[in-house]
């Protein structure tokens, strides 16, 4: 197992446990106490979780998985849900993009379509697609497509997702309209609608969607179903679900119910 495999997995038993066993760990991860006693000292020193004797505990929102060590997780569905989601935006539009894992990988969609960065797209010097996004790492993504034009709100950077945050985000926010907004969420519920960890993302993705003439939720089947600290939104601003077919029969029939349009890849 690599070491960034062996991470991954200590923050999912830290998150998940609030805390983690260095003779337990080895045995789950088949590897030797020294190793893990090594990867918790690391772990520790970039502030993801702090040490004990024999272990680790969560440490701030460590349950709050850092982006760098969510890319790898539910990868293969996130990059189909990218896929489909992009083809959901039309040339032209000006589309807002949250942070997130799942809504990177609907860039790296967007960045790679020929009618949009292809040789015949760029015709009279136009941008192709307006982005206007709060995620540092979506923006340095596609900054580089001359043929997208790139717009960032302001605001403070989050270490956790790279999102800006606070009233200088909320203020481009205010200004602005959308074709369609991309949500990435930490988890939805039929009942009570979107969710993500922070207090700070909430606000910003529910400015993007209520400035958006459709919303779009990209969430992998592991976010349904669940809840977490802030919320984004109701279903009732929601338009189109997309998700991978992992998702079960009710689920889709209850969203459904709720008006929101469930596409599984």
């Known amino acids: 197992m690599s070491r960034d495999a062996r991470w991954d997995a200590l923050l999912e038993l830290v998150g998940k446990h609030g805390r983690v066993d260095v003779e337990e760990a080895a045995t789950a991860l088949d590897v ?9 000292d690391q772990l520790a020193e970039q502030h993801l979780l702090t040490r004990t004797r024999g272990g680790a505990v969560a440490h701030g929102v460590s349950y709050e998985l850092a982006l760098r060590y969510k890319t790898g997780r539910h990868a293969p569905e996130k990059q189909a849900i990218g896929r ?6 039309a040339v032209g539009q000006v589309v ?34 307006t982005v206007v996004t709060n995620a540092l790492n979506i923006a340095s993504e596609l900054a580089i497509r001359p043929q997208i034009k790139m717009v960032v709100t302001g605001g403070v950077a989050r270490p956790q997702s790279y999102e800006l945050t606070g009233p200088l985000a909320v203020g481009v926010m205010n200004e602005i309209t959308l074709d369609v907004a991309v949500l990435g969420v930490n988890a939805i519920d039929i009942e009570r609608g979107a969710y993500v960890h922070h207090e700070g993302e909430a606000s910003v993705n529910r400015l993007l969607a209520e400035r958006a003439q459709r919303v779009v939720v990209a969430a992998d089947s592991s976010k349904i179903g669940k ?16 998700t991978d077919s992992h998702i079960g029969a009710e689920a889709r029939d209850r969203f459904g ?9």
Not at 84 to 89: D, E, F, I, N, P
Not at 99 to 106: A, F, L, M, P, R
Not at 257 to 265: H, P, S
């Open 32 to 40: 030797s106490a020294a190793t893990i006693r090594r990867d918790l």
């Open 84 to 89: 489909a989601v992009s083809g959901l935006v």
């Open 227 to 242: 809840r977490a600290f802030a919320r984004v939104c109701d279903l009732g601003l929601v338009d189109v679900l997309v």
């Open 257 to 265: 119910e709720a008006g929101v349009q469930v596409i599984a890849v």
């Open 96 to 129: 807002g993009l949250t942070g997130g894992t799942t809504v990177t990988e609907v860039a790296r969609a967007l960045a790679v379509r020929p009618d949009i960065v292809g040789e015949t797209a760029v015709a009279g010097g136009q941008p192709t697609l």
